[in-house]
């Protein structure tokens, strides 16, 4: 019989053991295929980058972080108040610490269980009785088994970590296009202030060119027209800007803030940002915590595989008693304890399948946890180059709207002295002077969206805030 038990423990080592070798297999593939696909990234990039990054902003060495895309002072205690306030973070760190309480509930398996009992016993046409006994028991971790258990519990921990670091960059990247938002929604009424202040003297130009008999009533109505419609579109901005202001005030976490913030006073130009392009051959994506969450999901699930597998593997265990019967409940307090000690080896031989379906289906959420990774991977990949395409494209549309709009600077000059002449007519001159305007606030919202993309750059290169 002993030989039989023995020749089923080394045929299920066995198939252990290649289980084992398949679960380990997931986490190192998806390993090499993050690496092969980031060397063909870096260097595509790189190839597109040579001739803009010959003069390199950033020193090799250096460790960008995504707070440096938008170094403004004032929003470092923004940031504070919503790395202490915000619920969602908040809930984040909660999570984490459930991880950590359940890896405490595994780990407790790895140590001896001892458990105390006091019992009464009063029977009829007999003398009452006492018992007490104090037993030790422990399961001898032969296989591994639990120390896998606890080890995929690690392994959780630093998932829910990656959660939580996700979390905390995603804050501080809508904390900085909160910002952003406002300062481009205050430049953009200062745009249109600007367009209405030229508007009001053209229509009070035209008033006396018609009140002396010299315009139409038809030029009158048009410079009305485009005065009334301009205020309409201030009033509009002042609220966008007011909104702004309240949604980043939401993203700390406070409708009025306990302690006092500091007045985001927005730019007429936005700041200068580090261009994050001059880092990707440091900034490999090794830092993105979505593809380090989806690479410690693998790790726990192929150990909690292995756990599985070895659950139908016999199992040892060792127990120790003490115990003591009386007649009175102090001499049942282990006085004249009897001790006994007791070894055994248990191991699963028909369960219907249970634990080999319970093995299969772990293996398989191993294996559904790889494919979670590869997909990780490629929108990873996906939004590094859509937002390095991207910064391509804005910074063409910046340089060919800049010459735009000192082509309609130098044409509304042109236009103002021939209206003078009285060579056009104020529709022309009004045409050219919104079609300036137009340009400056298309302008404006180009440059607004590079920033935003500098950002979305930076989450897809993995940068992150400081501890």
């Known amino acids: 019989m002993t030989f039989r038990y023995s020749i089923i ?19 190192t593939q998806a390993n090499d295929n993050r690496n092969q696909t980031l060397e063909l990234l870096i260097e595509q990039v790189n190839q597109e980058t040579t001739a803009e990054t010959n003069a390199a902003e950033i020193d090799s060495d250096t ?12 929003l470092n205690s923004y940031l504070d108040a919503a790395m202490q306030n915000s619920p969602s973070l908040q809930q984040s760190i909660i999570a984490l610490k459930i991880a950590y309480a359940q890896q405490g509930v595994t780990s407790a398996d790895r140590l001896p269980s001892v458990s105390a009992g006091f019992d009464a016993q009063n029977t009829e046409d007999s003398d009452e009785s006492y018992s007490a006994d104090v037993t030790v028991s422990w399961e001898l971790d032969l296989w591994q088994k639990i120390a896998d258990s ?22 501080a990247a809508n904390i900085m296009r909160g910002w952003l938002e406002i300062s481009v929604n205050q430049q953009l ?16 130009l035209v008033l006396e060119r018609y009140q002396a008999g010299l315009g139409s009533l038809e030029e009158l109505d048009n410079a009305k027209s485009s005065s009334a419609s301009t205020r309409a579109t201030v009033a509009q901005y002042q609220e966008n800007v007011a909104q702004s202001e309240r949604s980043l005030m939401l993203l700390t ?20 940002v580090i261009n994050p392009l001059d880092a990707v051959p440091v900034q490999n994506m090794s830092g993105r915590p979505d593809l ?7 790790e726990a699930e192929s150990l909690r595989t292995d756990a599985a597998y070895k659950a139908m593997l016999p199992s040892f265990s060792l127990s120790a008693s003490l115990t003591d019967i009386a007649n009175t409940p102090s001499e049942a307090l282990l ?19 249970k634990l080999k379906s319970q093995a299969e289906i772990a293996q398989l959420t191993t294996e559904q946890s790889f494919w979670v990774y590869q997909e990780t991977l490629l929108n990873a990949v996906n939004e590094v180059e859509n937002a390095i395409g991207q910064e391509g494209s804005l910074t063409l549309q910046q340089t060919h709207l800049d010459d735009a709009l000192l082509s309609a600077q130098r044409s509304i000059v042109s236009y103002e002295q021939k209206y003078r002449q009285g060579l056009v007519d104020i529709l022309d001159l009004l045409t050219v002077q919104q079609q300036s305007y137009d340009i400056e606030a298309k302008l404006t919202n180009t440059t607004y969206q590079r ?16 501890a």
Request: glycine share 6%.
């Open 292 to 298: 380090q969450q989806a690479f410690f999901s693998i």
């Open 63 to 74: 460790i960008l972080l995504l707070t440096d895309l938008v170094s403004v002072p004032a």
């Open 451 to 466: 920033l935003l993309n500098r950002i979305d750059l930076g989450l897809a290169l993995g940068l992150g805030v400081s």
């Open 150 to 171: 606890t080890a995929a519990a690690s392994k959780d921990i630093e998932a829910t970590q990656a959660s939580f670091d996700a979390a905390k960059n995603l804050l």
């Open 189 to 204: 009424l200062e745009i249109e202030q600007r367009r209405l202040a030229v508007l009001a003297q053209n229509e009070t």
């Open 9 to 27: 423990a080394l045929v299920l080592t066995s198939l252990v053991g290649c289980t084992l070798n398949d679960s380990a297999n997931f986490a």
């Open 335 to 353: 006085t004249n304890p009897l001790w006994s000690v007791l070894g055994q080896m248990s191991a699963p031989l028909f369960q219907g399948g």
């Open 253 to 272: 976490g406070q409708w009025q803030p306990e302690n006092e913030l500091p007045v985001l006073e927005a730019l007429n130009e936005f700041p200068h």
